[in-house]
């Protein structure tokens, strides 16, 4: 009698969800899923569990409860509904499937609380995706014939993942009962595709001081292939054990896994990006800040970090990216930017990285010492259940058209730091060992932190010495930034108020008096999040609102653009792909030969890596990403101008500057102190020597035994701003003359002198020995006298018995 009442009760249920799912005289949202589902060519019906707790309680529980009886019957139930609805669809499928959502309340667990209680339960589990196996082809019924009976037969085939029936035989049949051969069918067989995946714990949940836990997640039909290692994701499906015994005996302890039900991407890239009226806003918003929307939208990247003005606007560009040729003969030129930050510790390198993570619609982190070089590019490993070698994606793989972030890259090897060289500049792993021969795209763009050879950079060596990375290598990087942590009392005071000011501000929306939360807040036991759904609700927000807290009180008429619609309008303005006009490519191939000349070359600039032709097609990148930012569909000369400027900065840490526009600068210069002599001359000589004694940008280094400077721009000051003659002291000599050629060689040779002391004073008679030391042409005593005048009144350096100070 068991069994009769069994198949009452299963055929009760059937009839419950039956009336559930034809809901066309209440308000029809199943019956119209239904319909969609139909003409979508779809097998599986999302169902909502509040839905059916609202209309049948009793069986909502059940359901939760007794998963795999009532599951059977629900299936049941939604296959006669669509029989009723489209009889020939019906038959086109063997099964129709149900997905679950909605609120699970205490089935909403993680994967170290899964336990044994939630055995034949429908659960909701939250993880990251940590491993996935192979799609394979799972056989659900074969057709065979006999030609000797003219007969065909049938055999299903089912396991312990299967819901409506016990474990079949595995023995495929080749004969039948009367030892005829029997012939497959495999036109007629029916097979489903399956895939197996491993969901670990996500890290902020988990208890302090414990590993991370993982579950078993088996897919099959149209949920495979629908996330890739990385990835958050709910999964909601049976929990079940697998019994295993061995020589006829059981341990008593079985596999347990998840045979999955519904799968959602909890990812921030798998969300809608933007709808049509944000595409306007858009457009809008590039229309009314045309002219300074590039200078706009670099401020507001990571605006909690302070500075960093040329980064920020590099990094624009990397998000941006340039456009990606592919020639008729098959090479590629690449698109992507790749930028590098070296500089001392605590100057916000890796927060600049942390924010492009949470910017970049595809952001893979990775860091020097936890990445090896086929971890970075890819592996071929074992696989577990066949045997066979196959490859698996490395960090550069998985952020095919995205960005790849390596924090400490200095601390990696110099083997697997030549592995990445292929990736950066061809946008592609070659793969040739254990007879595995494969191509794998990885057009991805690299943003590397790392710190100097000595941990801090050192003033007495060159940027090539303190970088300490091979040519080819440095190369391959389009920018190069040296961020150094520079001793100004006025920028450390503007620091230290910005971040006193972030750590003081508060969301306005928090009550008074409620405590600050660490991590989240509120846990959500459900799979639709309520904060996503007034997200949507709301209208995209341009700006920042003004909080003095935030802004500070000195930047009231600066706007800063929400991330929301930064990464909005990155997305957007990727799409566009300007063409190169022919003025602003005659611009940069003078400026590119400009950076090539022998000139340049031998002049006492220190460069931080090398002029290559790469260079060239760096500045094509850059101008383009510019053109990119202000949605524009050519190439100007403005966006090539951008470029430049930024190239100089990171390969000289300060922008050249042509004749022409330097003598006409100071010009403009000369005639401003004109006016503003007679009201505050001695402020703005105060003003002036605070500006050269510090760093002109983020991170450009005062460089003490750089003379260059000082000799370029102190002599134009000089010869046009007016001085008022002072009456001459009685024991004050006339300066002596000395020709420009025997000045700048004395001046190199000091600074050898210094370089190779690694001290801040010599004597006057060493030095003296020194610098005339194997010299052809040795500098007479006046000489001496006259260049260490000229220096000491561009205030390089110091003379008091007869010791040489640097200033």
């Known amino acids: 009698m068991a069994a009769p009442l069994e198949d009452a009760e299963l055929r009760e249920a059937q009839r419950d969800y039956l009336d559930f799912l034809d809901d066309e005289e209440d308000q029809g949202i199943y019956h119209s899923k239904v319909r969609d589902m139909i003409s979508d060519n779809q097998y599986r019906l999302l169902v909502n569990i509040n839905d059916l707790r609202r209309k049948n309680e009793k069986r909502a529980s059940r359901l939760l409860s007794n998963a795999f009886e009532e599951l059977m019957a629900f299936q049941r139930a939604l296959k006669d509904f669509v029989a009723s609805v489209d009889a020939t669809y019906a038959k086109q499928y063997e099964d129709f499937y149900i997905g679950l959502e909605g609120s699970f309340g205490s089935k909403h667990v993680s994967p170290r609380t899964l336990t044994a209680c939630f055995l034949s339960c429908v659960v909701c589990v939250e993880g990251i995706v940590t491993k996935c196996s192979l799609v394979r082809p799972k056989i659900v019924r074969s057709v065979h014939y006999c030609p000797a009976t003219k007969k065909t037969i049938e055999r299903r085939y089912t396991d312990m993942t299967s819901l409506d029936a016990f474990p079949s035989s595995s023995v495929y049949p080749t004969k039948d009962e009367e030892n005829n051969p029997l012939e497959t069918e495999f036109g007629l067989s029916v097979y489903k595709d399956h895939q197996t995946i491993t969901i670990q714990e996500m890290p902020e949940k988990a208890p302090a001081g414990q590993l991370p836990r ?134 916000a390198k890796s927060q600049l990285l942390r924010y492009v993570l949470c910017t970049a619609p595809r952001a893979i982190p990775t860091t020097g010492r936890g990445s090896s070089g086929v971890g970075l590019t890819a592996a071929v490993t074992t696989d577990q259940e066949t045997g066979e070698r196959r490859l698996e994606a490395g960090a550069m793989v998985l952020a095919d058209r995205g960005v790849v972030c390596i924090d400490e890259f200095d601390k990696m090897s110099d083997i697997d730091r030549t592995a990445i060289h292929e990736v950066m500049e061809q946008g592609r792993v070659t793969i040739a060992k254990a007879g595995i021969h494969a191509r794998l795209n990885s057009r991805c763009s690299v943003l590397a932190a790392a710190n100097p050879v000595y941990g801090r950079y050192d003033q007495y060596k060159t940027p090539m010495e303190n970088i300490g990375l091979q040519d080819s290598l440095l190369s391959r990087f389009d920018l190069l930034f040296i961020v150094l942590d520079q001793m100004d009392p006025e920028q450390d005071r503007e620091i230290s108020d910005h971040v006193l000011r972030m750590h003081r501000y508060r969301n306005p929306n928090e009550q008074d008096g409620d405590a600050m939360p660490l991590g989240s807040a509120v846990e959500i036991l459900a799979t639709d999040d309520p904060d996503f759904a007034q997200e949507e609700e709301q209208e995209l927000q341009v700006y920042e609102k003004h909080d003095d807290l935030l802004h500070g009180p000195h930047r009231r008429k600066e706007k800063i653009v929400s991330m929301e619609f930064m990464r909005k309008y990155i997305h957007v303005a990727k799409i566009i792909k300007p063409v190169l006009t022919q003025e602003s490519a005659d611009y940069i191939a003078e400026e590119y030969s400009r950076l090539r000349s022998q000139n340049q070359m031998n002049s006492d600039i220190a460069r931080t ?199």
């Open 214 to 347: 993982s579950v078993d997640v088996i897919l099959d039909d149209d949920l495979v292939d629908k996330v890739k290692p990385g990835d958050r994701i709910q999964v909601v499906g049976t929990y079940r054990c697998l019994p295993g015994k061995k020589g006829g005996y059981t341990s008593g302890t079985f596999r347990t896994i998840l045979i999955a039900c519904h799968v959602k991407q909890m990812s921030k890239d798998i969300r809608p990006l933007y709808s049509a009226a944000d595409v306007a806003k858009i457009k809008r918003f590039s229309k009314s800040r045309s002219k300074d929307i590039f200078d706009q939208l670099a401020k507001s990247l990571a605006p909690s970090i302070h500075g960093h003005e040329y980064i920020k606007k590099a990094l624009l560009c990397m998000l941006l990216g340039g456009v990606e040729k592919v020639l008729e003969n098959g090479s590629r030129i690449r698109g992507d930017i790749n930028i590098l930050l070296i500089g001392d510790p605590s100057v």
């Open 609 to 807: 890596s090398p002029v290559t032709a790469r260079t060239l097609e760096t500045l094509i990148r850059l101008s383009t990403a510019h053109a990119k930012a202000r949605m524009n569909k050519t190439v100007d000369l403005q966006d090539a101008e951008a470029a430049v400027e930024l190239v100089q900065f990171a390969y000289f840490k300060k922008v050249l500057e042509k004749e022409k526009k330097r003598k006409k600068q100071a010009e403009d210069d000369s005639e401003t102190e004109r006016e503003e002599e007679d009201q505050q001359p001695e402020e703005e000589s105060r003003k002036k020597r605070r500006k050269k004694a510090r760093s002109g940008d983020e991170g450009d280094s005062y460089d003490p035994y750089d003379f260059s400077d000082a000799e370029e721009e102190m002599p134009e000051v000089q010869a046009h701003t007016p001085k008022t003659p002072e009456p001459s002291t009685a024991g004050e000599a006339k300066k002596p003359e000395l020709a420009d050629p025997r000045l700048k060689a004395f001046k190199a040779a000091l600074l050898e002198v210094f370089k190779a002391s690694h001290a801040q004073s010599v004597g006057l008679k060493s030095a003296m020995e020194s610098i005339n030391q194997d010299n052809p042409e040795p500098f007479s005593p006046a000489e001496v006298k006259a260049a260490l005048a000229h220096m000491q009144d561009d205030n390089q350096i110091m003379v008091s018995d007869d010791i040489i100070f640097l200033i």
